[in-house]
């Protein structure tokens, strides 16, 4: 008979939004079983968020060397050597990893199961030869790698980002199927590190972004190298390594290109099977576990947070939704998911960030003429021209009286700018308290506080303001 634990809570996934919670309920002296079948972090530690954002780090290092003939610094050629490359990459996620690890865990208290986890019935899991009966369950194994039915691509040897981050060789010709986040990132950087790159997409580079936000960083993936193939799909793939053929079907007519290497990037799949949901009673789909904005499953000892429950896919995404099941699990307080405060962002150069509503979406909830967009240039921005990257704006989008409802960025250092447009948002502020804020000069961050002062443009062709203005100065 297999032994039966009877912990407070179960986390079935080891990632970052599974060990949040594991780390916070036994940090208030709750037992906690964690059951993970593979590397303790999951996908943003070990093949996602930092591998990628240390490759990139790398490749922006390559980019602005090359660049310092413009600072009036001669650096010569520029050596890229990719296996270094790849050691540091590796480094990063070394130097991370006692955080996210199971001897760290178990220092809290956690128990840690090292082992795939299958519901068995509705109140209970088998992991590890063992039962393990919980109070409630946190579901929380992220997503991996979609694969799209291209025919072919079985029979011919492919990346994902679950695998490229092994490259110790620079691609010669490195094909990318998905002009996605993923897609453009992973292109940009390995073209900054030497290889020959081509993108295919079946619509739009960074489709999902407002395009007069995307123009800047398409143009920089050219001046990159980076040879973009849109509104074209892929109708057969075949080869073998160092020689890989795609063939593209583009407004009815087809044509062949050929790489040495081949990287599929069209999305991620949550990753759902062999958790025997069925067994538990748990609704699921396409797209995930079905939750409610409370992040409860149909079964109602279930939660479900981060990629798998079906949302948009983010590590901080995952955070949130794990500081929400805590809270009602632990406390007992209302807990909702607010996804008009959950930011996103691009990590390419220049990076594009977005939170909240967008102009359209906007206007949809409070009518045309409630809703303004308001925007600040980098080419006004005096940090922005000191660092030479004056490509890109800020916009507000404005509601009502003034309140700051969405807001987007593109250009330099954009994603630490997307952190102040998201706390203007989640805390519902206005344009007349971003533009009370005192900024310390020369900063990007300028750019939002400009934004918001433009709001206020219009006041000072008012005649009527202008009237009250010289009867106030004729007294004195």
């Not at 079983?33 to 972090?41: D, F, N, R, S």
């Not at 001669?74 to 006692?98: C, K, L, Q, R, Y």
Request: glycine residues 12%; hydrophobic residues 45%.
């Amino acid at each position: 008979m297999s032994h039966v634990l009877t912990p407070d809570i179960c986390v079935v996934g080891g990632g970052s939004g599974g060990l949040s919670v594991a780390a916070a309920a036994a940090a208030f002296g709750v037992e906690v079983v964690l059951a993970e079948k593979g590397p303790m972090g999951g996908d943003c530690l070990n093949t996602g968020c930092v591998p990628s954002k240390a490759l990139i780090a790398a490749a922006r290092a390559a980019r602005h060397a090359r660049d310092a003939g413009g600072f009036g610094i001669s650096t010569g050629e520029v050596h890229v050597d990719f296996a270094a490359v790849n050691a540091h990459v590796h480094g990063v996620i070394e130097a991370i990893a006692p955080h996210d690890s199971v001897e760290r865990f178990e220092g809290l208290g956690v128990r840690v199961l090292q082992d795939a986890a299958r519901f068995v019935d509705a109140r209970t899991i088998a992991c590890a030869g063992m039962l393990v009966r919980a109070r409630r369950f946190v579901i929380a194994t992220g997503s991996r790698p979609a694969v799209p039915p291209i025919p072919g691509l079985d029979r011919v040897p492919y990346l994902t980002n679950e695998t490229v981050f092994g490259l110790t060789e620079c691609p010669g010709h490195l094909l990318v199927i998905g002009g996605g986040p993923i897609g453009a990132e992973l292109a940009q950087a390995h073209a900054r590190l030497g290889a020959r790159v081509s993108v295919v997409e079946a619509e739009r580079v960074l489709g999902r972004e407002d395009p007069a936000l995307v123009a800047p960083v398409l143009e920089a993936l050219r001046a990159d190298g980076v040879d973009m193939v849109e509104s074209a799909r892929v109708v057969a793939v075949e080869g073998r390594a160092g020689n890989i053929r795609l063939t593209l079907e583009c407004d009815g007519a087809r044509r062949e290109i050929a790489g040495t290497h081949l990287l599929v990037a069209v999305g991620r799949r949550p990753s759902i099977g062999g958790l025997g949901l069925e067994a538990a009673g748990i609704a699921h789909g396409p797209r995930g576990i079905e939750v409610g904005s409370d992040l409860r499953t149909s079964n109602r000892r279930v939660y479900a947070i981060g990629d798998v429950a079906g949302g948009a896919q983010f590590t901080h995404v995952a955070g949130y939704h794990a500081g929400l099941v805590v809270r009602s699990i632990l406390f007992r307080l209302p807990a909702r998911e607010n996804r008009d405060i959950l930011p996103r962002v691009t990590f390419t150069e220049p990076e594009i960030g977005h939170v909240g509503l967008t102009p359209d979406e906007a206007r949809a909830r409070f009518g045309d003429k409630a809703v303004r967009v308001l925007e600040a240039p980098f080419s006004g921005n005096d940090r922005a021209r000191t660092e030479r990257a004056t490509q890109g704006c800020v916009r507000l989008v404005v509601a009502g009286r003034g309140r700051i409802v969405g807001g987007a960025v593109v250009g330099p250092s954009g994603g630490e700018i997307t952190n102040l447009l998201s706390v203007l948002v989640a805390r519902r502020m206005s344009v007349r308290e971003m533009a009370s804020v005192v900024l310390p000069y020369p900063s990007l961050s300028e750019a939002v506080r400009r934004a918001a002062i433009s709001y206020y443009a219009e006041s000072t062709k008012n005649p009527w303001l202008r009237r009250v203005l010289r009867l106030l100065a004729w007294f004195g």
